[in-house]
């Protein structure tokens, strides 16, 4: 994990002060880093200066996206925290293919959660290719509507 946030930050770090990191875990392996009551995830946070997110659970999927977002220390050091702990957790072997069939439909941006949705569904996506099509005004006015 060390060497790819190295390599991510020397990248990146020329540009933006903050570093993300996304990693898909396992649901049952998920629990032992955020606890019941999410007293590990925050003391973690805390600890590290890192700020830590989980996505929520898609009944389709078995896996959930944990961001790590702070600088290259922070990211690095809760990163590597959260690995420690997946690594002992006597069922990982049971949970280390991630697959999906593509039966399930999977909306976009499912796993940011019910707040991240569209706001408004009656707004079309914007495909990448039209971007170019589009004022800069144009942009933000169709973000105002649909974010």
């Not at 996206?65 to 990163?79: D, W």
Request: negative net charge.
């Amino acid at each position: 994990i060390g060497l790819i946030l190295d390599h991510a930050w020397e990248l990146a770090s020329k540009v933006y002060k903050t570093l993300m990191l996304k990693m898909v875990v396992s649901d049952p392996v998920i629990s032992k880093i955020i606890s019941h009551d999410e007293n590990a995830l925050k003391l973690l946070g805390a600890s590290t200066g890192c700020r830590i997110n989980v996505s929520v659970r898609v009944p389709s999927m078995q896996e959930r996206l944990v961001l790590f977002a702070g600088t290259h220390s922070s990211v690095a050091q809760a990163a590597q925290e959260a690995w420690r702990i997946i690594q002992f957790d006597p069922h990982v072997q049971e949970h280390l293919r991630f697959c999906h069939d593509g039966n399930d439909d999977l909306p976009l941006g499912i796993w940011a959660g019910p707040e991240n949705q569209k706001a408004d569904d009656t707004v079309p996506v914007i495909e990448p290719s039209q971007l170019k099509l589009y004022t800069k005004r144009e942009l933000v006015m169709y973000l105002h509507k649909a974010a």
